[in-house]
């Protein structure tokens, strides 16, 4: 069953377009990523589905409730819907305690112990409980602000950015424990990130956002595999993406005939591998391509190489791509290398 409904959702500041037609299902209990560039309309949509924003044209329900639509609004503070702004919006004039309790019907010690297990439950030290919003960095901001929408158990939770004034270990740390902690309390969650390897391992249902509009969604391994065009390519990860003629379920491109997902497409079009589809190999493997290595760029335990192809059918045909290799026993610039391709590629859309 789908909690939230985003139907045909539009709207604009003037002339500036922030969101364009927008449809998205939100099944309950699920982890949904929104990730694009930055002014793609992210908190924007959240904003909306929160009661903070009202659209020029949509609508939207929760748990089969219409949230708004053209005729009427329910006010945020009747929504249940918890909310965790881009910059966390602590109240300035509150000390930690107060800020997670505000709105807590509790009273005394029990009022007490509650903010205490809610601050246990984003790693915040007891000790923290009186001070006061400047005196934290912007990840314990963040905290605060999470665990102030935990404390209203919502049947929502709109997450803006929550990680992304954490450095890299805890930032890990935290996603995961918010996915264990939300998927406990099983509450749907919509988390928007700029940071595709956060996207990635959090989704359940990825969705892309571009210029206002969303331009794909799914499970992440499918977009990551499977993005309809490059630029969704690009921004999951790194991308090869080469011209190919296609034919039959094979494409004729500079690594050589290689297979593809090409749903019975025939014809010319961009084709995209992964690097980690590209391996350092044996000349004697089949589905070998001779390249130079141009550059290495050591990353501990992987490299990734940029190498210059010499296709099979243009010796010298000058195609530079990224292949991984495992960093110790990555060859140096000018080594002559094979390289053989695992897994097919994929048919990017040529609109
Ligand atoms: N109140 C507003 N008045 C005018 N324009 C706005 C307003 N809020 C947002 N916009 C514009 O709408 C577009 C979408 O903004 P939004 O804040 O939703 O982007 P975003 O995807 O969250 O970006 P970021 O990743 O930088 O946070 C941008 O072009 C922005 O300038
Ligand atoms: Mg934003």
Known sequence: MNALEIISLSKSFGAQTALDNICLSVPTGSRTVIVGPSGSGKTTLLRMIAGFEFPDAGSLTLNGQTLVDSTHAVPAYQRQIGYVPQDGALFPHMTVADNIGFGLTETGSTRTERIQALMDSVALNANMAKRWPHELSGGQQQRVSLARALAQQPRLMLLDEPFSALDTGLR????????????????????????????????????????????????????????????????????????????????????????????????????????????????????????????????????TLTVELHAPTQPACGRSLLVRSTGMHAPPAGSAVQLSVSGPAHVLSTS
């Open 172 to 303: 890990g740390a935290m996603r995961k424990m918010v996915a264990r902690l939300l998927e406990d309390a099983g509450v749907t969650t919509i988390l928007v990130t700029h940071d595709q390897s956060e996207a990635l391992s959090f989704a359940d249902q990825l969705a892309v956002m571009r210029d206002g509009r969303l331009v794909q969604s799914g499970h992440p391994m499918d977009l990551y595999r499977y993005p309809d065009d490059e630029q969704t390519a690009r921004f999951l990860g790194e991308a090869v993406v080469m011209p190919a003629q296609i034919e039959a379920g094979w494409a004729l491109c500079d690594l050589g005939r290689i297979p593809v997902n090409s749903n019975g497409f025939c014809g010319d079009a961009q084709i995209m591998l992964r690097p980690e589809q590209l391996r350092l190999s044996d000349a004697d493997d089949a589905h070998t391509c001779n390249a130079v290595v141009t550059e290495r760029d050591f990353g501990g335990n992987t490299c």
